[in-house]
């Protein structure tokens, strides 16, 4: 039976090239279904990717209770000094807390790409805002001094929009600044901002001395519950602690969800359109070798070989097109670069990523389309009738 | 009998190839629908009233907000009709994820600058009256079930009262609809004054205004006076018309535009390959039967437009019931997204141009096997020398 | 026009066919006259040019040199659309594989050179109607060609050969892939459509048996005829 079946199987797959036109129909239109399916997954896992790089389990954010993002939380200078001396915050070497209080306004920058205005986040931290990001690397350049009008900005920011070169003078709002470092934090979401100093933000954007948030370095994950219950229990505060990852998560599940809900209904809805597309190829397949089928039954060949060789030639076809698919999809869009507005209603750069574990799923939905196309003319090439060695 | 019989019978026979074939051209069309319904939705409000309405902003970002004497002020500018303010409220309904876009308004001119919202008269009056009172739009209050007379917290994630507290007590004095649905109706307005009363920072501030002009053709005008009247003070401003405000908000969040045409790109791609080499295929098997017709003395342009028919109407049949389908689905989907994406629908226009994309799938799917069927040569099609 | 004024007149006709680098001649300086009413039968080896001949004579193919004539006027040299509608005004055709539209009835089959009328839609189904009833199959009018016998197939091409009314009929091995019994049934139909309703008849055919029927039988070989002449 074995020798039987790669016997057939063998004969129809060299055979595939007298059939050209339609086999390669199918491929192309399973590729194209594998296409845009990775398409969306490199889409959603680059956005989610860059959004919880930034959460750190040992990073914990304080925003006013009910305020879900840092944009519409609002910490009055006294709560700050009830935060400094909260429990389970690390110090520096210094013997200080570390925790960053920050502020982040809105400016407008110039996408390159299609030069548009967008928004953009001009973050004011703390001595220690560095800290809290654990992949903080200077790249160029030096730090912001204190007090002054400088800047320094994220390398997608220098990346996605135009006028952030080293030494170049920028009018943001009302004020004019000087950049004069490059930071990166590793392709995380605070690449996509501008940075100055807290005191700088709050006076020039009138802000008095609140803040939106107070970020704390943590002495372990676990010290969470011991700061939350500090919070909890002192009257004079209203926050929600949240560690920075859990913050990130919530905040990225939205687009992410919204591009996978798009994403898979419409790659199966055009898995659908190639199946039937892989249903009639498959179908002419058969058709035009029903007398050589009927020939190899008349010599005593079974049905069952028929059938497992219209089967493979199917899922081989399938699985073609699946990985044609995703190699277009991994050199097409790899790695580019695309921007959305975030919840804080500021610019997030992300970079698309064509996920190994989302060329597999790729492929297995091409092999889906290849086996559910295939059945039906593989289940008739068993049941060609002999009398076919007749046929016209 | 006549030539659309055997157009008919061509092409359905072989029945399950014609059915799938069907399938394929639905399911590209009623992508095509779905995500022009949804491209509709994105680029809502950059039409109609909006192109000649004007708002004006913060110059630094729409998110920073404006000094309450603006709104006295421009209304002194020469050709402003009405002036209407609003501030955003950023509330949400029992849960922070039950996020319900809403505005605090002065009702009189906001109603005046928008009359594309329609009100029954005596609601319209409750809510102007009522100084607790909140407008809800159809789309929203369908989703949340809310009827007139009904009291509701809405609270917000950006305000604090001086007490302490978040919420704002609000009485359901009015559901506005849109005149022709064209316009969203998922948010909800409420009393400026009772808003700003109440406010523990931020007083006294608006983070839009709405402008109607006595003339339009005066509009590039009006914008430049009220820039200037602002020029140079803390809070300058910066004064376009809604259609651009509204579509420069939307280019925020990536082209989405492209991105739609790339999917519906690579679905026609699809179809266009799949159908095309059938229809070849089909032809070819039949060349026998053509070359038959021919030796009856059927012309060779008269087959030509046999075959061809056969294309269209292979994609106007698949393409109409995937077009139909979009339009249900998004009808369905509109009612479940109200709050989310408004107006989720197709357009005449949409209809239209996927009319035209059957058209053209079918020229381009049926001409080649048609040049085929054309070009049969009798002898040797009917097998003899 | 009486019976015996020619329908057909072949001058100097010859066929020659490149295959490769060879060229290959059917036959060369052919010439002949078909008289109206007549039924003629064209044998000879395979090979030998017979369906060629059919073709010329059917406006399917043109000849190398030399003229077709029918009723006098020249079809050799008409465009392929002329030549399209003198096939549908004057000949019908009946082929050896009956040739028949597997998705259309018998009468939808019958009825399809009507479409090239301008005949309303009730004079085509009388037509149809008759033309059925003269070949003896008006009772299996709605049946598909694969729900007939063969020879049944060959009965409604035959109906759909002389429905438009043309002045000659050719065909080509009616009965080639017909049994002997059935075979004669065709051939005497077709003889009866001859002798009764005057349809001129060119009919290929291998089979001796057959040509019998005719009234003439011309043999070609190597590109030329022999006649024999009936009794």
């Keep these: ?392 | 009998m006549n030539d659309a019989t055997l157009v008919r019978k061509n092409l359905f026979r072989k029945r399950l190839r014609a059915v799938l074939l069907m399938i394929s051209i639905l399911i590209a069309f009623l992508i095509y629908g779905m995500l022009g319904a949804m491209q509709n939705a994105f680029s809502m409000g950059t039409e109609g009233a909006a192109q000649d309405r004007l708002v004006t902003v913060n110059r630094i970002n729409f998110t920073v907000a404006l000094p309450y004497a603006y709104w006295g002020r421009i209304q002194q500018v020469e050709g402003v009709r009405t002036v209407a303010p609003a501030s955003w409220f950023g509330g949400y309904y029992q849960e922070p994820q039950n996020f319900v876009q809403s505005f605090a308004v002065d009702p009189e001119s906001y109603i005046e600058a928008y009359p594309e919202l329609v009100f029954q008269e005596d609601q319209r009056l409750a809510f102007i009256e009522g100084r607790t009172c909140a407008a809800v739009g159809q789309a929203l209050a369908t989703q949340y079930g809310w009827t007139v007379g009904e009291r509701i917290p809405l609270m917000s994630n950006i305000w604090q009262q001086q007490d302490g507290s978040q919420a704002w007590e609000l009485d359901i004095c009015a559901i506005f609809d849109d005149a022709d649905g064209t316009y969203p109706t998922n948010y909800l307005m409420l009393h400026y004054e009772y808003f700003n009363e109440s406010l523990l920072f931020g007083r006294d501030s608006f983070h839009w205004i709405a402008i109607t002009t006595e003339d339009t053709s005066q509009n590039d005008r009006i914008s430049r006076e009220i820039d200037e009247l602002f020029a140079n003070s803390p809070a300058e401003t910066s004064t376009t018309t809604e259609a651009a405000f509204n579509a420069a908000f939307m280019e925020q969040f990536g082209n989405i535009g492209l991105i739609l045409t790339w999917v519906i790109g690579a679905a026609f791609a699809t179809i266009l390959m799949i159908v095309g080499t059938t229809m070849v295929m089909a032809v070819n098997e039949r060349t026998r039967e053509i070359a038959v017709l021919k030796t009856l003395g059927f012309t060779a342009p008269r087959i030509f437009r046999m075959v061809l028919w056969e294309a269209l109407l292979l994609s106007f049949i698949g393409g109409l019931i995937g077009l139909g389908l979009a339009a249900l689905a998004a009808q369905g989907a509109s009612a479940a997204l109200a709050g989310f994406l408004p107006s989720f629908g197709l357009t005449w226009t949409n209809a239209l141009t996927a009319i035209a994309f059957m058209v053209a799938l079918g020229l381009i799917t049926g001409i080649l096997p048609a040049w085929n069927a054309m070009r049969v040569r009798i002898s040797e099609a009917l097998g003899k020398v | 026009m009486n019976a015996t004024s020619p329908l057909y007149e072949l001058k100097d006709l010859s066929k020659r066919y490149t295959r490769g680098k060879e060229t290959v001649t059917i036959f060369d300086a052919l010439d002949m006259t078909i008289n109206t009413g007549d039924f003629i039968a064209i044998m000879g080896p395979s090979g030998s040019g017979k369906t060629t001949l059919l073709n010329l004579l059917g406006g399917i193919d043109r000849p190398s040199s030399g003229e077709v004539l029918f009723e006098g006027q020249r079809i050799d040299n008409l465009s392929q659309g002329k030549l399209a509608k003198w096939r549908a005004a004057n000949a019908g055709f009946i082929f050896q594989f009956y040739n028949l539209m597997p998705t259309l009835t018998a009468a939808q089959n019958v009825e399809l050179p009507l479409l090239l009328t301008s005949l309303s839609g009730k004079a085509r189904k009388d037509r149809v109607k008759t033309a059925l009833e003269i070949v003896g199959m008006g009772e299996r009018a709605r049946h598909r060609p694969g729900q007939l016998s063969g020879g049944q197939q060959q009965r409604v091409a035959i109906a759909r050969a002389i429905v438009a009314d043309p002045k000659v009929l050719l065909a080509d091995e009616p009965t080639g892939d017909l049994d002997r019994t059935t075979a004669d049934e065709i051939l005497e139909t077709l003889q009866l459509l001859n002798a009764e309703m005057g349809k001129t008849i060119i009919m290929v055919t291998h089979d001796p048996a057959a040509a019998s029927h005719a009234k003439r039988e011309l043999h070609l070989n190597k590109g030329r005829f022999e006649e024999k002449g009936k009794a």
């Excluded at chain 1, 006013?64 to 993002?69: H, L, N, S």
């Excluded at chain 1, 799923?361 to 389309?369: K, N, T």
């Design chain 1, 1 to 392: 039976m074995l020798k039987q079946t790669t016997a057939v199987t063998l004969l129809n797959l060299r055979s595939i090239p007298q059939r050209w036109g339609m086999s390669l129909t199918t491929v192309l239109s399973i590729a194209l279904v594998v296409g845009v399916l990775l398409g969306f997954m490199a889409m959603a896992s680059g956005f989610r990717a860059t959004v919880d790089g930034a959460g750190s389990d040992d990073v914990a954010i304080m925003l006013r209770g009910g305020a879900m993002a840092e944009m519409n939380s609002n910490i009055s200078r006294d709560e700050v000094r009830l935060l400094e001396v909260a429990p389970g915050i690390a110090a520096s070497p210094e013997g200080e807390p570390l925790i960053s209080s920050e502020l982040y306004v809105v400016a407008d920058g110039i996408r390159r790409a299609s030069q548009t205005p967008a928004n953009l986040a001009l973050r004011g931290l703390g001595l220690h805002g560095p800290d809290m990001r654990p992949q903080f690397d200077l790249v160029e350049g030096r730090m912001f001094e204190p007090g002054s009008a400088e800047l320094v900005v994220g390398e997608s920011v220098q990346r996605e929009f135009e006028g952030f070169a080293l030494g170049d003078s920028v009018r943001l709002g009302n004020n004019n600044w000087t950049v004069v470092g490059v930071f990166s934090t590793g392709g995380s979401v605070f690449d996509s901002e501008i940075w100055t100093e807290l005191g700088v933000v709050q006076n020039l954007y009138q802000r008095g001395s609140s803040v939106q948030t107070v970020r704390a370095r943590l002495t372990s994950p676990d010290a969470i519950e011991a700061l939350r219950e500090y919070v909890e229990n002192e009257p004079r505060l209203n926050l929600e602690v949240l560690s920075e990852r859990a913050y990130f998560a919530r905040s990225a599940g939205g687009t992410t969800n919204l591009i996978m809900f798009l994403g898979w209904p419409l790659a199966i809805a055009m898995a659908i359109g190639a199946l039937a597309g892989a249903w009639n190829a498959m179908y002419a397949s058969v058709d035009a070798r029903t007398r050589e089928l009927a020939t190899l039954r008349a010599i005593g060949f079974g049905g069952f070989p028929a059938f497992i060789a219209a089967m493979v030639e199917a899922i081989v076809l399938a699985f073609f097109g699946g990985l044609v698919g995703a190699v277009a999809t991994w050199i097409l869009f790899d790695g580019v670069s695309a921007s959305t507005l975030g919840s804080g209603f500021t610019q997030i750069v992300f970079a698309f990523a064509v996920t190994p574990d989302a060329v597999v799923q790729g492929v297995i939905l091409a092999m889906i389309v290849g086996f559910l196309g295939g059945f039906v003319p593989a289940m008739r090439a068993a049941r060609i009738p002999l009398l076919a060695v007749h046929a016209d």
